[in-house]
């Protein structure tokens, strides 16, 4: 896993590197034959196997009709295959109306264009033979995962409930229940829940209108209520009476209750953490092979219901593959306990004043200073080499860049990186060859900077690489290079003093890593 930010844990999880890329068949296109209406379509592990004639026979055929395009060249479409066979069978062995089929999209560039896929895998979902409008399915990856978003689709999205029997046997059937209470079952706040439903896959949901169960859990208007076997057990959502229902209001607040006051940050829990969309985490870090700082828990879990909505709590254990998250926060395992807090917006980072022991009081303390602007955020730095000026290319860090970026007397051009970026081993050698170019040079400067170990007050790296040309003069000018990678534009570029003709071609960066969630589709190779 690569550094990143919480949600940037979201950024701590992410994987890198730049997508495999497809080739389009050459030459002309066959011309083949209409396929007669009573062919059957092949079929492999389950899964119809649909071309730009077979397509139109399916979806005659399935009122629900799943098709992923995908590429035979495609990683992800590789690692998809086995879920999506899986999710076959499932259905298929439920007697389920729903079938899945698949397409090779570079195999038939006239379907990929009509249904815009842009990416694989793709998956887009097809009711009553509606070739218009599909759906397009952005759910988990996995086979029951794409096995109970189609449920919910062509079943039932929520279960009605007549009785207190039956919301007794859903809430022990399940962790978390959510249940709306609607005294019209009819109304659009119903819709709006059952639409919520459907996509909401990691919980169970249920409706009523009966009098008595209202009753029975103290309820005298419509509210979703959420029961849950952890922490609280009960979490109510009422509904306003002039407003209605909200969508998104709903969506957050069952995220944010559906979640334990205390997060242990790992690969599972991170989609969750990410979903939340809470501003402000504060991790605690400990050693959970040790008794004393298991007990600490106790405390900090005291600490956060007040800030529920607000500060989300999470446990980074040490003791566990997290190095990258300590990596991050600039920490060494030795150092914990210890408490960190981070805004995801702006990716500040903050830290205690001095060691202080981990109380609930404590924590509340710690985390109301930072709410309210009390403790300034730090700065990750690697040390400064000591050869850092010795080589052609010179070695930027956090401690040592305003001063060298900033020369009024050198022209700088910077090279933000990350380790494991795959577009910045590929121009390296032209960046050491511009190095050993301009060596002589003594107003210019070559130089390069770990964006992933080193932050900077001026501004954010947000992808890799990124490079920027800071041009001699004490009005601290910052100008963007975003032309060619190679040896021949980046010394036009600087014998120019910053500028480039506007037709000089484009190259993308590298994405900064983002988390891709276990929850979601994940990545797509792009056509």
Same mark, same amino acid.
């Given at each position: 896993?690569?550094?990143?930010?919480?949600?940037?844990?979201?950024?701590?999880?992410?994987?890198?590197?730049?997508?495999?890329?497809?080739?389009?068949?050459?030459?002309?296109?066959?011309?083949?034959?209409?396929?007669?209406?009573?062919?059957?379509?092949?079929?492999? &592990?389950?899964?119809?196997?649909?071309?730009?004639?077979?397509?139109?026979?399916?979806?005659?055929?399935?009122?629900?009709?799943?098709?992923?395009?995908?590429?035979?060249? !495609?990683?992800? %479409?590789?690692?998809? +295959?086995?879920?999506?066979?899986?999710?076959?069978?499932?259905?298929?062995?439920?007697?389920?109306?729903?079938?899945?089929?698949?397409?090779?999209?570079?195999?038939?560039?006239?379907?990929?264009?009509?249904?815009?896929?842009?990416?694989?895998?793709?998956?887009?979902?097809?009711?009553?033979?509606?070739?218009?409008?599909?759906?397009?399915?952005?759910?988990?990856?996995?086979?029951?995962?794409?096995?109970?978003?189609?449920?919910? #689709?062509?079943?039932?999205?929520?279960?009605?409930?007549?009785?207190?029997?039956?919301?007794?046997?859903?809430?022990?059937?399940?962790?978390?229940?959510?249940?709306?209470?609607?005294?019209?079952?009819?109304?659009?706040?119903?819709?709006?829940?059952?639409?919520?439903? $459907?996509?909401?896959?990691?919980?169970?949901?249920?409706?009523?209108?009966?009098?008595?169960?209202?009753?029975?859990?103290?309820?005298?208007?419509?509210?979703?209520?959420?029961?849950?076997?952890?922490?609280?057990?009960?979490? &109510?959502?009422?509904?306003?009476?002039?407003?209605?229902?909200?969508?998104?209001?709903?969506?957050?607040?069952?995220?944010?209750?559906?979640?334990?006051?205390?997060?242990?940050?790992?690969?599972?829990?991170?989609?969750?953490?990410?979903?939340?969309?809470?501003?402000?985490?504060?991790?605690?870090?400990?050693?959970?092979?040790?008794?004393?700082?298991?007990?600490?828990?106790?405390?900090?879990?005291?600490?956060?219901?007040?800030?529920?909505?607000?500060?989300?709590?999470?446990?980074?254990?040490?003791?566990?593959?997290?190095?990258?998250?300590?990596?991050?926060?600039?920490?060494?395992?030795?150092?914990?306990?210890?408490? #960190?807090?981070?805004?995801?917006?702006?990716?500040?980072?903050?830290?205690?004043?001095?060691?202080?022991?981990?109380?609930?009081?404590?924590?509340?303390?710690? !985390?109301?200073?930072?709410?309210?602007?009390?403790?300034?955020?730090?700065?990750?730095?690697?040390?400064?080499?000591?050869?850092?000026?010795?080589?052609?290319?010179?070695?930027?860090?956090?401690?040592?860049?305003?001063?060298?970026?900033?020369?009024?007397?050198?022209?700088?051009?910077? $090279?933000?990186?990350?380790?494991? %970026?795959?577009? %910045?081993?590929?121009?390296?050698?032209?960046?050491?060859?511009?190095?050993?170019?301009?060596?002589?040079?003594?107003?210019?400067?070559? +130089?390069?900077?770990?964006?992933?170990?080193?932050?900077?007050? +001026?501004?954010?790296?947000?992808?890799?690489?990124?490079?920027?040309?800071?041009?001699?003069?004490? &009005?601290?000018?910052?100008?963007?290079?975003?032309?060619?990678?190679?040896?021949?534009?980046?010394?036009?570029?600087?014998?120019?003093?910053?500028?480039?003709?506007?037709?000089?071609? $484009?190259?993308?960066?590298?994405?900064?890593?983002?988390?891709?969630?276990?929850?979601?589709?994940?990545? $797509?190779?792009?056509?």
């Amino acid at each position: 896993m690569d550094n990143q930010l919480l949600p940037v844990l979201l950024l701590l999880l992410g994987v890198s590197g730049s997508w495999g890329q497809g080739e389009e068949p050459g030459g002309p296109s066959e011309v083949l034959p209409e396929e007669p209406t009573g062919e059957e379509v092949p079929k492999e &592990d389950g899964i119809l196997v649909l071309n730009h004639r077979t397509l139109s026979l399916a979806l005659q055929e399935h009122s629900a009709l799943m098709v992923e395009f995908y590429a035979p060249w !495609c990683g992800h %479409c590789k690692e998809l +295959a086995p879920e999506y066979s899986k999710a076959a069978a499932l259905l298929a062995a439920e007697s389920a109306v729903v079938t899945l089929a698949k397409v090779d999209g570079p195999a038939e560039p006239e379907l990929t264009k009509e249904f815009e896929v842009v990416g694989y895998p793709t998956l887009k979902f097809f009711q009553n033979g509606n070739r218009t409008n599909p759906e397009e399915y952005a759910g988990p990856k996995t086979a029951e995962g794409i096995a109970e978003w189609l449920r919910r #689709r062509v079943g039932p999205s929520a279960t009605h409930l007549e009785d207190e029997e039956g919301v007794q046997a859903l809430m022990a059937k399940w962790d978390m229940v959510a249940i709306g209470f609607f005294q019209d079952l009819q109304e659009e706040d119903m819709a709006t829940f059952l639409t919520l439903a $459907k996509d909401a896959l990691d919980m169970t949901f249920g409706f009523t209108d009966q009098p008595q169960l209202f009753e029975k859990f103290g309820l005298t208007k419509d509210t979703v209520v959420l029961f849950k076997k952890f922490d609280e057990g009960r979490a &109510d959502f009422p509904v306003d009476k002039e407003t209605g229902l909200d969508l998104g209001d709903l969506s957050r607040f069952l995220v944010i209750h559906s979640m334990h006051l205390v997060t242990e940050f790992n690969s599972q829990t991170s989609p969750k953490i990410f979903a939340a969309k809470i501003l402000n985490h504060l991790l605690l870090f400990v050693n959970q092979t040790l008794d004393q700082h298991r007990e600490l828990l106790t405390d900090f879990r005291e600490a956060a219901p007040p800030f529920r909505g607000q500060v989300l709590f999470v446990m980074v254990d040490v003791a566990a593959d997290n190095s990258h998250v300590l990596n991050y926060f600039g920490l060494k395992a030795e150092e914990a306990p210890t408490l #960190r807090l981070i805004n995801v917006e702006t990716t500040k980072k903050y830290a205690p004043t001095g060691v202080i022991p981990i109380t609930a009081a404590s924590v509340a303390a710690f !985390c109301q200073a930072v709410l309210h602007g009390e403790i300034k955020h730090y700065l990750l730095s690697q040390e400064i080499p000591p050869d850092w000026d010795q080589g052609p290319v010179k070695t930027l860090v956090g401690k040592n860049f305003e001063q060298v970026a900033f020369d009024e007397t050198k022209n700088v051009f910077v $090279k933000f990186y990350a380790p494991w %970026c795959s577009h %910045c081993k590929e121009m390296a050698p032209a960046w050491e060859a511009l190095a050993e170019k301009y060596k002589d040079h003594e107003d210019i400067v070559i +130089a390069e900077l770990d964006a992933t170990a080193n932050e900077l007050e +001026a501004f954010s790296v947000h992808g890799y690489p990124t490079l920027k040309f800071f041009p001699a003069g004490p &009005d601290r000018k910052v100008i963007d290079y975003k032309s060619t990678r190679d040896l021949e534009t980046f010394s036009k570029f600087l014998d120019s003093g910053g500028h480039l003709p506007e037709e000089e071609p $484009k190259e993308p960066a590298d994405s900064a890593p983002e988390e891709q969630a276990n929850s979601t589709l994940g990545p $797509k190779e792009e056509l």
